[in-house]
């Protein structure tokens, strides 16, 4: 079993910036990838950014130029840079990875961006 656990989410200005952290702990066998995605009230789950450990990573377009994906910690940390907040980006954000070929999810740290 992998647990994920989430920190760094707050309120923020719009234009300002947070940091996310995400670190695996547990029976880890071996984490590729691990990933950050979102949640805003009544809307679905969507992907934010993926990072790998081969240097494969993917951003959504809404954060593309803006959010940073890093991980460190011996691929067991993943971090998430999110500059130039908007709005839009108020969500409660979850980290995830897949090991042994289940897929594990972090309990979520709440980002508020005020206009």
């Known amino acids: 079993q992998v647990q994920l656990v989430e920190s760094g989410g707050g309120l923020v200005q719009a234009g300002g910036s947070l940091r996310l952290s995400c670190t695996a702990s547990?029976?880890?066998?071996?984490?590729?990838?691990m990933g950050w995605y979102r949640q805003a009230p009544g809307k679905r789950r969507d992907l934010v950014a993926t990072v790998s450990t081969d240097g494969r990573i993917n951003y959504a377009d809404s954060v593309l130029g803006r959010f940073t994906i890093s991980m460190v910690n011996a691929q067991k940390t993943v971090l998430l840079q999110m500059n130039n907040l908007k709005p839009e980006d108020t969500a409660v954000y979850y980290c995830?990875?897949?090991?042994?070929?289940?897929?594990?999810w972090g309990q979520g740290t709440q980002v508020t961006v005020s206009s």
């Open positions: 995830n990875t897949i090991d042994r070929g289940v897929l594990f």
């Open positions: 547990g029976n880890i066998f071996r984490i590729n990838t």
